[in-house]
């Protein structure tokens, strides 16, 4: 199994960027995935998840209504769309996949519940 996390790059407060998670190697379509970022000196922090069965997506309130997260059925994996960057989103960010489906959202907060992860890509938002 790989997830393979892409796009990230240096961009200025304000601006937007498009991160991908592909998964490759599943045995299951349609995985409950998250995304998770660690800055410097920080734990890591959760910031958006979708439910494997409903796709119904989960946000930190820390990016609500910045950032958005989809499917990429194509490649059995997910987009993560951030609009109105901010210097404290700079972050490596991660993507990690689960099988299990769960109703309750705060499952998805948790790194714990997550199989696998990819290997993170730089974000980093200059003020």
């Known amino acids: 199994v790989q997830l393979q996390a892409s796009g990230g790059g240096l961009v200025q407060a304000g601006g937007s960027l498009r991160l991908s998670c592909s998964a490759s190697?599943?045995?299951?379509?349609?995985?409950?995935m998250g995304w998770f970022r660690q800055a410097p000196g920080k734990e890591r922090e959760f910031v958006a998840a979708?439910?494997?069965?409903?796709?119904?997506?989960y946000y930190a309130d820390s990016v609500k209504g910045r950032f958005t997260i989809s499917r990429d059925y194509a490649n059995n994996g997910v987009y993560l769309q951030m609009n109105s960057l901010r210097p404290e989103d700079t972050a490596v960010y991660y993507c990690a996949a689960v099988g299990e489906d769960n109703p309750i959202s705060m499952y998805y907060f948790r790194p714990s519940t997550y199989t696998y992860w990819g290997q993170g890509t730089q974000v980093t938002v200059s003020s």
């Open positions: 190697g599943l045995t299951f379509s349609r995985p409950g």
């Open positions: 979708m439910r494997k069965s409903t796709s119904s997506p």
